[in-house]
């Protein structure tokens, strides 16, 4: 999930126990704030993974029906649109979203497609995830026939594709309209002859239309049916009004933005991933935690001997090493070693030899360029050194330690000496080289432990890494863990939250319900690309805002109704409001910066103004208010903001005897949208003597978020302007205006980030080309291989290219993805006889010719001929690539993406 952050968590626990231990969380919502901002409380839901589904909706692309529909809604009606089938605009979305699928890598892990069936979800499922252009004399079935549903297209192969099923529950509105009526199996079957069609069912009538709930229960039904299916990645093809009524049963439990965000309306050809997790059912699959250690042996036989100096900052016993064996061998086997981007781990010496034992390399052999995970024998282990080479990097973390204080095997050594025993792992977060945490008197109560560690799981999910693992103690994830779970059946939160084993490792996907991601949904698909007409058929007259809609209008009709007061009185901007706002108490309040301008215009404010018809009796009343006046909400730039005025002296604390203006965002504001914003801000009082208004602006502008939710300006201008009418600001019998100009500055929205990456998991693949001197086309292909997360092949001229044809063999590296960024690596035939291997390195970004790496003249044909050499033996040529590094560039957006949201779903 390209979306989705995940973490495999081990444990270190006072039992004694071989069972291992890992989890896998998966969190949608990353947030910038650093750790030390991190509020205690969780805002999470945290599942078990194997819970939990990855489903990619999809909305077809444009339907003929669509067209029709946006001219005349009665078109639906129509028998003209039955089983209505894609438009030449729909299949080129069809086509980009092709693309897409393929470029961010869901084709490859999608396991099941469901498709309804009608004619334009099968036409966009059999488009979007199946195969190229079909060939004769490939043994695959086709997925679409030649021209199926009145398009002129080619066939589509089932070749290397998942399993198609059509499900009639994800169907569209029932009944009524003929465009939403399928045809007969027996006719689907002759088109789409790979699509497994036997669940199929009678429901269509012509008579009743379904209704809102009906759809959305028949959907809910579906959604459970999902979740006893076996795949744990499904891409679902559907409808609009399908999607919407269904939607919106879930995510009652998130905040607003969340579940606007799961249920808002589809556009044609829109792809959404997001995570389905069942809080219910029972589950089979087992759990893992740290290996065992001297202090789980000694404790075990008398609980005291924690308190021993004997046991100071423990290491793992031979079981424990008899345990990280067999789970390293685990998370090799099941493939989780190959998908962790990084490896978490409390520096503790129990569990950082847990963590490169289960996690690093294979043993360190000398000329190996990688720096040493663990050096021999590193904590009385008597264990070989361990390479860091093809590994994730290491990052120890002093606030997912086991509880501080008292007990010496939970205090650490020096950072210093870690960093002799664990060379390649980053101490670099460690507050101090000594161990500052640990105090030998006070043992840390479990309630600040569980509070640390949630604050801790926020830290893991501003991380950009989506799949970590984490090497910790049981009772830090005991206490943390039981913070989790309130919202799901008993079972399920004991099955979060039991006590780990030793070296026990537990799978589980943590969802923000709240926070927006910062993330870019690198598989989220907006859809409707090119545009076109996109009527959903019975959603848009029912789609709501998720906002109090009163509560906005009645916010502007206050702005407006001032901005009306100037063209009656031809005077001034604004008069004095009918009723104040209630007081809220000041938070956050913050001197504006000393780089101010000041001006005198005639333009009046242009976000909100206060005209107080007596001064000197305001200021006396709200003396009992806190000292200050607070306007009523106004709206600016799509935030909801509040202008205060203090009008009496020393009051805020500093102002002496001036005017104190301030602006608070409201904080509602920014939780459904905690992102920073910057405004520009002016502060304005009206001189009646001049008909005109004193400014003073800020030259930078301000930032407001969650934490500075309020500016202003401490000395605007002496309160005794505003008593005495000698110098005009009171006018009328006492009468003052102030106002504020907002303009709010949109930061940049999209970037790029170039990096490179150096660090190749899997660097080396081996092509093995058999009857070499029979191949007969111009160039050969290998398979696609991964290397660094990157998705290559070779390619081969076996008679040679260009200049080096006849002569020389022709040798390139490809990005499967057509990448053209700087590599480098070695191209290399192998000697089968002497490894007197042949290779050259390639440093370089890719040519024009092949757009990839590589030689035209590689390997003379004379060389390869040459028995003595090695290079061709028994009519077989081996060659192998090794990337060393690659440059790639990483685009995004703040725009956002779209059960949760995968980019609210982490894995850990």
Known sequence: MTSNL????????????????????????????????????????LYPLHRCKTIHLVRH??????????????????????????????????????????????????????????????????????????????????????????RDR??????????????????????????????????????????????????????????????????VKFFNWLSTRKEKEIAVVTHSGFLYHTLNSFGNDCDPSVKNEISSKFANCELRSVVLVDKYMNSSDPPVRHAQGIHNVEGEKNHEAYLSEDLFDAHLTPLGWQQVDNLHKHVKASGISNRIELVVVSPLLRTLQTAVGTFGGQGYKDGVNAPLLMTA????????????????????????REHLGVHPCDRRRNITKYRELFPAIDFSLAKSDEDVLWKPNVREEDQDIAARGVKFFNWLSTRKEKEIAVVTHSGFLYHTLNSFGNDCDPSVKNEISSKFANCELRSVVLVDKCMNSSDPPVTNYPGKIPAGEDLPSEVARFAKPYYNLQNIMETEAVVEEGFLAVEDSGKLPCRLLSRPSVSVPSQDQQKLSQAVTQETRTRPPNSYCVKFQSFITMAKQVKENGGKYESRPFSVGGYNWTFIIYPNSDIPS???????????????????????????????????????????????????????????????????????????????????????DINIVKPFENWEVFSNEQNIRDPIFEWRLTKFSTLFQDSYTSGSFSSGGRNWALKLYPNGVGNATGNSLSLYLLSESNDKGYVEAKLRVIDQIQSNHFDKKVAAWP??????????????????????????????????????????????????????????????
């Not at 968590?9 to 750790?35: A, D, E, K, N, T």
């Not at 589509?156 to 009639?168: G, K, R």
């Not at 002759?190 to 209704?211: Q, T, Y």
Request: with cysteine; aromatic share 12%.
């Open 847 to 908: 040519n024009a010719t092949e757009n990839g790496w590589g030689f035209d003249r590689f390997l003379p044909f004379a060389d390869i001929r040459n028995t003595s050499k090695g290079y061709l033996v028994n009519d077989t040529l081996k060659l192998e690539v090794q990337i060393f590094s690659f440059s790639k560039t990483d685009f995004f957006s703040h725009q956002s993406s779209v059960f949760f949201p995968i980019s609210y779903g982490d894995s850990i």
């Open 654 to 740: 500093g102002s002496g005897g001036y005017i104190s203006l301030y602006l608070r965002i409201d904080n509602s504001s920014l939780i459904t949208n905690p992102k920073d914003v910057y405004a520009d801000i002016t502060f304005l009082a009206y001189k009646g003597s001049t008909d005109k208004y004193q400014s003073y602006q800020e030259t930078d502008a301000q930032r407001f978020h969650l934490f500075r939710q309020q500016w202003g300006q401490i000395t605007f201008l002496p309160i005794a302007y505003f008593e005495n009418p000698g110098y005009g600001y009171s006018f009328d019998g006492g009468s003052v205006v102030f106002g504020v």
């Open 377 to 400: 024998g590193a904590g009385n282990s008597e264990r070989p050194a361990i390479s860091s080479l093809s590994c994730p990097p290491f990052i120890a973390v002093e606030s997912c």
């Open 61 to 150: 692309a444009q339907g003929v029906h669509n067209v029709e529909g946006e001219k005349n809604n009665e078109a639906y009606l129509s028998e003209d649109l039955f089983d209505a089938h894609l438009t030449p605009l729909g299949w080129q979305q069809v086509d980009n979203l092709h693309k897409h699928v393929k470029a961010s890598g869901i084709s490859n892990r999608i396991e099941l497609v469901v498709v309804s069936p009608l004619l334009r979800t099968l036409q966009t499922a059999v488009g979007t995830f199946g195969g190229e252009g079909y060939k004769d004399g490939i043994n695959a079935p086709l997925l679409m026939t030649a021209g199926a549903g009145n």
């Open 154 to 219: 080619p066939a589509i192969s089932s070749l290397n594709c998942p399993p198609f099923i059509a499900v009639e529950s994800c169907r569209e509105h029932l009944g009524v309209h003929p465009c939403d009526r399928r045809r007969n199996i027996t006719k689907y079957r002759e088109l789409f002859p790979a699509i497994d069609f036997s669940l199929a069912n009678v429901l269509w009538k012509p008579n009743i239309r379904e209704e809102d709930q009906d759809i959305a229960a028949r959907g």
């Open 6 to 45: 995940s973490f495999y968590i081990s444990s270190v626990s006072p039992l004694s126990s071989p069972l291992p231990s890992i989890r896998r969380l998966s969190l949608r919502c990353r947030s910038s704030l650093p750790s030390h901002d991190m509020e205690a409380k969780p805002s999470q839901g």
